[in-house]
């Protein structure tokens, strides 16, 4: 063997060593990405399984004239057929600043904000049906013990008052949602407070809007970033005359368009950041969604469907002044409508 050949063997030998370290990596990598596509998919799958079920047909009003059969309704000479890739969630915003704070039923805060978002898991649409919180509805009561003593026509925003826990009202106003919307199957809830409000927003570095009405410190016209306390003073602070709760409602819809625009673009970029979101929401957020069925609607609808394509459902009605707080009434056929536009699929 001469002495070049001896030189030149360490060499290729290193290089042959490189190569096995490159390719063991690449492999490892592969296999990597692979268990957590593996684990997405299983994730997806089990949140699926938990959000579809339940769906049923609603019953109209009885001054709503209209044709329900086990397979399709006929209104206003349109038939229509229940949707079932429907996942419908109530959004509550409650005026407290720790949700967990357990005081006796009947003081246990309000939901200053109602908003039942419908996501169609097979079109990746979002409808949403904002209910004015001054809505007369027959809400149920219970006594500070916890025992049920029957249902009373009040503002809607007080069912949440009535649970001896916060689980107990998010159920008590989800049962008395659904209710109010003809009897439709409401999936799941998620109530946020005051706290939590500031801390989603500043996860996602804020939102950018601007400011639709002149109230508390912004002025109408005004284009500003919301952060933290800023917040909550949009969506939370309203005037005293009968109109007010209906702009305020007006200003949370659009505050929940942007912040869906805004984490909606974050999670299309890197879908990772999900997880955070979930695990920031839960200190101060109380809901029956888990990790694996938030992963399932936001590959659905959130990263194909942002903020600016959201569908918001009004339901029409009259507010007047009560004996002691503003009353809206809404108008039935006003209801049926939107729960069939959300819930159902016209027959073409």
């Given at each position: 063997?001469?002495?070049?050949?001896?030189?030149?063997?360490?060499?290729?030998?290193?290089?042959?060593?490189s190569k096995k370290t490159l390719i063991i990596v690449l492999i490892s990598i592969a296999g990597l990405i692979l268990a957590l596509c593996a684990a997405l998919i299983i994730l997806i799958a089990v949140g699926k399984h938990g959000l579809h079920s339940g769906d049923m047909q609603v019953s109209a009003p009885e001054d709503v004239s209209a044709t329900e059969t086990e397979d399709y309704?006929?209104?206003?000479?349109?038939?229509?057929?229940?949707?079932?890739?429907?996942?419908?969630?109530?959004?509550?915003?409650?005026?407290?600043?720790?949700?967990?704070?357990?005081?006796?039923?009947?003081?246990?805060?309000?939901?200053?904000?109602?908003?039942?978002?419908?996501?169609?898991?097979?079109?990746?649409?979002?409808?949403?049906?904002?209910?004015?919180?001054?809505?007369?509805?027959?809400?149920?009561?219970?006594?500070?013990?916890?025992?049920?003593?029957?249902?009373?026509?009040?503002?809607?925003?007080?069912?949440?008052?009535?649970?001896?826990?916060?689980?107990?009202?998010?159920?008590?106003?989800?049962?008395?949602?659904?209710?109010?919307?003809?009897?439709?199957?409401?999936?799941?809830?998620?109530?946020?407070?005051?706290?939590?409000?500031?801390?989603?927003?500043?996860?996602?570095?804020?939102?950018?809007?601007?400011?639709?009405?002149?109230?508390?410190?912004?002025?109408?016209?005004?284009?500003?970033?919301?952060?933290?306390?800023?917040?909550?003073?949009?969506?939370?602070?309203?005037?005293?005359?009968?109109?007010?709760?209906?702009?305020?409602?007006?200003?949370?819809?659009?505050?929940?368009?942007?912040?869906?625009?805004?984490?909606?673009?974050?999670?299309?970029?890197?879908?990772?950041?999900?997880?955070?979101?979930?695990?920031?929401?839960?200190?101060?957020?109380?809901?029956?969604?888990?990790?694996?069925?938030?992963?399932?609607?936001?590959?659905?609808?959130?990263?194909?469907?942002?903020?600016?394509?959201?569908?918001?459902?009004?339901?029409?009605?009259?507010?007047?002044?009560?004996?002691?707080?503003?009353?809206?009434?809404?108008?039935?056929?006003?209801?049926?409508?939107?729960?069939?536009?959300?819930?159902?699929?016209?027959?073409?």
């Amino acid at each position: 063997m001469t002495s070049s050949q001896n030189e030149n063997t360490p060499k290729t030998s290193k290089k042959r060593n490189s190569k096995k370290t490159l390719i063991i990596v690449l492999i490892s990598i592969a296999g990597l990405i692979l268990a957590l596509c593996a684990a997405l998919i299983i994730l997806i799958a089990v949140g699926k399984h938990g959000l579809h079920s339940g769906d049923m047909q609603v019953s109209a009003p009885e001054d709503v004239s209209a044709t329900e059969t086990e397979d399709y309704i006929e209104y206003e000479g349109e038939k229509y057929t229940l949707n079932k890739n429907i996942v419908s969630v109530l959004f509550l915003g409650v005026d407290k600043k720790n949700i967990n704070e357990e005081k006796n039923a009947g003081a246990n805060g309000q939901a200053d904000a109602i908003f039942l978002a419908c996501f169609d898991t097979k079109t990746g649409s979002i409808k949403i049906i904002p209910i004015n919180r001054d809505t007369m509805a027959d809400i149920s009561l219970y006594s500070s013990e916890g025992n049920y003593s029957g249902t009373k026509n009040e503002q809607i925003c007080l069912s949440y008052a009535y649970g001896g826990t916060a689980e107990e009202s998010c159920e008590n106003v989800k049962r008395d949602v659904s209710r109010l919307l003809c009897g439709v199957n409401i999936s799941s809830y998620v109530a946020i407070d005051l706290k939590g409000v500031s801390a989603i927003t500043d996860i996602i570095g804020g939102v950018s809007l601007t400011s639709i009405e002149t109230v508390g410190s912004f002025k109408e016209g005004q284009t500003v970033t919301l952060k933290g306390e800023k917040a909550v003073e949009y969506i939370q602070k309203r005037g005293n005359d009968i109109e007010a709760a209906t702009r305020r409602m007006l200003r949370q819809k659009q505050f929940l368009t942007a912040f869906a625009s805004a984490a909606g673009n974050q999670l299309v970029s890197d879908f990772s950041k999900l997880g955070t979101f979930y695990n920031t929401a839960m200190k101060y957020t109380l809901t029956d969604i888990d990790l694996a069925e938030a992963t399932y609607l936001a590959k659905c609808c959130l990263t194909t469907n942002l903020g600016s394509s959201i569908d918001y459902i009004s339901i029409e009605g009259n507010a007047v002044a009560g004996e002691e707080h503003v009353e809206f009434y809404a108008d039935n056929n006003s209801i049926y409508k939107a729960v069939l536009e959300c819930f159902y699929t016209k027959v073409e």
